[in-house]
C-alpha cells in the first residue's frame, strides 16, 4: 500500500537522549515535511524538504534536526531531548496540487 | 492573531444533521484551501481540495471558500457516527507549505 511509513509508533525517551525519528514513503513525493501536534495549538512545521538534498526550516526547529539523502527518506533527530518536545509527530509528503500524505504518527514522551 | 482561526469545538449533532464546519484567515495571499479529517490516533486524511473562490462537492462533502470573507466552509450532509473526529483546514499560497487551523473535534450522536 503507497504511503508514509513511520518508526517508531511511540516512545518514552529520558531527557537529554538523542533520538532519530525515521520516515519513508514509497510515492516518489519531492516534497517532505515534519510536523509535531499538541492540544491546543495545531499542526506546526519543524523541518520540510522541497526535494532530496535540500531541507528548511519551519515555524518550530529549535532543538531538530534533518536530513534528505534520497528521496525516500527524511528522518528527524532530536539531538539532547526536553520536555517540551513531548508531543506527536507526524510526517507528511505532498504531490503538487493533491495535497498531503501523511504517516500514522509517532507518540513520543520526554521524561 | 493566528494566520488561521479555527473553532476547536467540541461540536456534537445527532445523526442525520448538516454539520457546518468553519475556518477564517487573515492572508489574502492564499490560494488553496483544504479540508483534514483525522481520527483519534490517526494522520490526518485529506478531505477536500479546492483552489481559489467556489464550492466543491464530493458526495455528502461541500467545500465552500469565500475569498472576500476570507472565510472557508466544509458542510457534511446525512452526518454519520462514521464521520465522527476531529477536522482540519489547511491553506497555502501554492508552495506547497500548509497553514493549519487547530482543528474542530465533531461527535455524531446516533
Known amino acids: 500500500i503507497a504511503g508514509i511509513t513511520q518508526a517508531p509508533t511511540s516512545q518514552i525517551l529520558a531527557a537529554g537522549r538523542r533520538m532519530t525519528l525515521r520516515c519513508t514513503q514509497d510515492?516518489?513525493?519531492?516534497?517532505m515535511y515534519w510536523y509535531r501536534q499538541d492540544l491546543g495549538l495545531g499542526l506546526r512545521l519543524i523541518h520540510y524538504?522541497?526535494?532530496?538534498?535540500?531541507?528548511g526550516k519551519g515555524e518550530v526547529p529549535d532543538g531538530y534536526s534533518v536530513s534528505r539523502a534520497n528521496t525516500d527518506d527524511f528522518p528527524l533527530t532530536l539531538a539532547s531531548a526536553v520536555p517540551s518536545q513531548t508531543s506527536v509527530y507526524f510526517c507528511?509528503?505532498?504531490?503538487?496540487?493533491?495535497?498531503?500524505?501523511f504517516g500514522s504518527g509517532t507518540r513520543l514522551t520526554v521524561v | 492573531q493566528k494566520e488561521v482561526e479555527q473553532d476547536p469545538g467540541p461540536l456534537s449533532v445527532p445523526e442525520g444533521a448538516i454539520v457546518s464546519l468553519n475556518c477564517t484567515y487573515s492572508?489574502?495571499?492564499?490560494?488553496?484551501f483544504m479540508w483534514y479529517r483525522q481520527y483519534s490516533r490517526k494522520g490526518p486524511e485529506l478531505l477536500m481540495y479546492?483552489?481559489?473562490?467556489g464550492n466543491k462537492e464530493d458526495g455528502r462533502f461541500t467545500a465552500q471558500v469565500d475569498k472576500s470573507s476570507k472565510y472557508i466552509s466544509l458542510f457534511i450532509r446525512d452526518s454519520q457516527p462514521s464521520d465522527s473526529a476531529t477536522y482540519l483546514c489547511?491553506?497555502?499560497?501554492?508552495?506547497?507549505?500548509?497553514?493549519f487551523g487547530t482543528g474542530t473535534r465533531l461527535t455524531i450522536i446516533p
Open positions: 510515492m516518489r513525493h519531492n516534497a
Open positions: 524538504s522541497n526535494t532530496a538534498g535540500t531541507t
Open positions: 479546492t483552489y481559489s473562490s
Open positions: 492572508n489574502s495571499a492564499f490560494q488553496y
Open positions: 489547511a491553506m497555502s499560497f501554492g508552495n506547497e507549505k500548509l497553514t
Open positions: 507528511a509528503s505532498s504531490d503538487p496540487g493533491k495535497g498531503y500524505t
